[in-house]
């Protein structure tokens, strides 16, 4: 029964093994499937708005800083001859412009005008700031040189600014140019990042400058952690990218333990938009390195597919224990009352005739014809039946007193000796004519039935007491007729 047991118990782990395995197959890869498609599409997509979102504020700012340009307080001021007085009224211009800006949060992170030389006259802040520095950028000489309002992506004072330059036209002549500037912030890469579906970082000269990756506990601070990690794992092919002026491909990158999806690439190419030509000028381009990176969690992306592979495998489990307590419920409450019967039977097996099988609930039917079959093969009473009493009695039914330790070497050789038709012919004859005398009926008693009766019960004692052989003889005391056994070694 034990190894049953086992078998049974391996079937139902390989059952349910399999259908966990299926589960997973069914529900979960359909998930990671997804999750990875979500991910991927989702650095594509971003990819592509970045490109587009950033050649949007491109013409925007060469638009404002066009439209800037084209007031005449800056013709105006670069046409004073007094240097203090031409710094006076361009900062001035600069103030009025920079508050309209500030109004409409619009701010810049710089707002100054230059010479026909690309020297600062003045600029936000204070009249004094940065006065009669170069603003060497290559946008600036050729916007000078070539009247077109151009955009530009500059490293300024290691600021990462998205600026424009725009000419200002005096009789026809460019005596100078408007800088109008704006930081590229966490707060802005933060809202690029709501608005793409994915984080985004953008690159200036092999550096990340700016992240939508912050901190818990503060969302305008970057994560530097996170930043290092980032650089760490992409930068590489940011370079060959950029340098490429290509996008890359889906990229698979690891940040401080969890999996990412990333595009990189260059960021558009400078806009410019024509003021006024001068023949034989061509546009400058800055030779800065400027791209940007996009990423998606793909450990965020297949969290539902985690989830659901954890449901089923919880289910699996509870499932296989739910399975394990019905078998341990059904050996408890049925295969151990099968074993007891198998037990019992063993004993009965083995000579044990007074073994009478326990009625247990599981198996009480069976016990009680066990204990009928035995009663009647052996002669005895069956359950619940008074061997006493007349009103009891049946003609199958006899009495076999216990074997006595040692038999009587005469009889026992005399009994021995005797042929086996003889022997079963003299007890039928001596146990009737005993009940007759007793007044106990006879009504029915056969010569085959009492046969059949005494050598079950000899088959019993022989296998319990161990010997060759075993006869009766009829004993008959106190109105009660018995067959007595006696031992033959």
Not at 72 to 81: S, T
Request: charged residues 25%; proline residues 3%.
């Amino acid at each position: 029964m034990s190894t049953f047991k086992v078998k049974i118990g391996v079937v139902a782990l390989i059952i349910i093994g399999g259908l966990t395995v299926a589960m997973l197959m069914l529900a979960v890869s359909p998930l990671s499937t997804q999750g990875m498609h979500k991910a991927t599409s989702a650095v594509r997509r971003a990819s592509k708005l970045v490109e587009r979102s950033q050649r949007l504020y491109a013409y925007d700012l060469v638009a404002r800083a066009k439209a800037l340009a084209a007031k005449k307080a800056w013709a105006d001021g670069i046409r004073q001859e007094d240097e203090k007085q031409r710094r006076a009224a361009i900062f001035d211009a600069i103030n009025q412009i920079d508050k309209k800006l500030k109004d409409k949060n619009l701010k810049p992170g710089f707002l100054g005008c230059v010479d026909k030389k690309g020297v600062i006259i003045a600029r936000d802040l204070d009249p004094n700031a940065d006065h009669g520095e170069q603003l060497k950028y290559d946008t600036v000489t050729a916007v000078l040189s070539s009247g077109r309002a151009r955009s530009a992506v500059w490293l300024m004072k290691n600021r990462m600014l998205r600026a424009a330059v725009a000419p200002v036209i005096d009789a026809g002549n460019i005596v100078g140019a408007v800088v109008l500037a704006y930081d590229f912030t966490v707060a802005e890469a933060r809202q690029d990042q709501s608005q793409f579906g994915a984080h985004v970082a953008y690159i200036l000269d092999g550096n990340i400058r700016a992240t939508s990756f912050t901190e818990a506990n503060d969302p305008n601070t970057e994560d530097a952690s996170k930043v290092s990690a980032v650089a760490s794992a992409i930068m590489a092919k940011a370079k060959q990218a950029i340098a490429a002026g290509k996008i890359s491909d889906v990229l698979d990158i690891t940040i401080n333990g969890e999996a990412y999806k990333a595009i990189t690439g260059p960021l558009p190419a400078p806009i410019s938009i024509v003021t006024q030509t001068l023949p034989g000028k061509a546009a400058g381009k800055e030779k800065t390195a400027v791209g940007f990176v996009v990423l998606s969690s793909l450990d965020k992306a297949l969290a539902p597919a985690g989830r659901a592979r954890l449901v089923v495998l919880v289910f699996g489990v509870i499932v296989l224990l739910l399975v394990f307590g019905c078998m341990w419920g059904v050996e408890r409450h049925f295969v151990n009352a099968q074993d007891h019967l198998e037990l019992g039977i063993n004993e009965v097996i083995n000579g044990n005739m007074e073994y009478i099988f326990d009625a247990r609930q599981e198996f009480e039917g069976m016990a009680n014809a066990l204990n009928v079959m035995l009663a009647r093969l052996l002669g005895r009473p069956e359950p619940g039946e008074d061997e006493e009493g007349d009103a009891a009695w049946r003609a199958d039914v006899i009495v076999v007193d216990a074997m006595e330790g040692a038999s009587d070497p005469g009889l026992a050789q005399s009994l021995a000796g005797e042929a086996e038709d003889q022997y079963f012919a003299r007890l039928f004859s001596e146990y009737v004519e005993a009940r007759k005398q007793a007044n106990l009926p006879t009504e029915g008693i056969s010569l085959e039935n009492l046969t059949q009766k005494l050598r079950a019960n000899e088959a019993m004692l022989k296998a319990k007491h161990k010997c060759r052989m075993v006869r009766f003889v009829v004993s008959s005391a106190g109105g009660k007729v018995s067959f007595k056994p006696v031992r033959i070694d």
